[in-house]
């Protein structure tokens, strides 16, 4: 069984930063990915970030050159910078691994992101 569960929301003001991160059940290496994902209310779950096995980072165009993906050990860490009122949004961390050619994805309960003044 996966375990995600994710820290490090709240409430911050425009152009503040907040840090969170995720402890997963095993060795973040053992899943062929990693990410974060939000949702707003009224709007559909996007990827904001992820990172493969091997390193490799991906981010949505929005939050490129302020947010910030990285991995130690255990946990996932997503380091958001100069964050903007449309960062407001439920974060959840992801975790995937294929498997017969099926990705097979895992979540964690969420933690809410509030930017506002």
């Known amino acids: 069984q996966v375990r995600l569960v994710e820290s490090g929301g709240g409430l911050v003001q425009p152009g503040g930063s907040l840090r969170l991160s995720c402890a997963t059940s095993?060795?973040?290496?053992?899943?062929?990915?990693m990410g974060w994902y939000r949702q707003a209310p009224g709007k559909e779950r996007e990827l904001v970030a992820d990172i493969t096995s091997g390193g490799r980072t991906n981010y949505l165009e929005a939050v490129k050159g302020r947010f910030t993906i990285s991995r130690d050990g255990a946990k996932v860490y997503l380091q958001m910078n100069s964050l903007k009122p449309e960062d407001t949004a439920v974060y959840y961390c992801n975790a995937y691994f294929y498997y017969d050619f099926t990705r097979r994805d895992y979540w964690g309960q969420g933690t809410q992101v509030t930017v506002s003044s």
């Open positions: 095993r060795s973040v290496l053992n899943f062929d990915g």
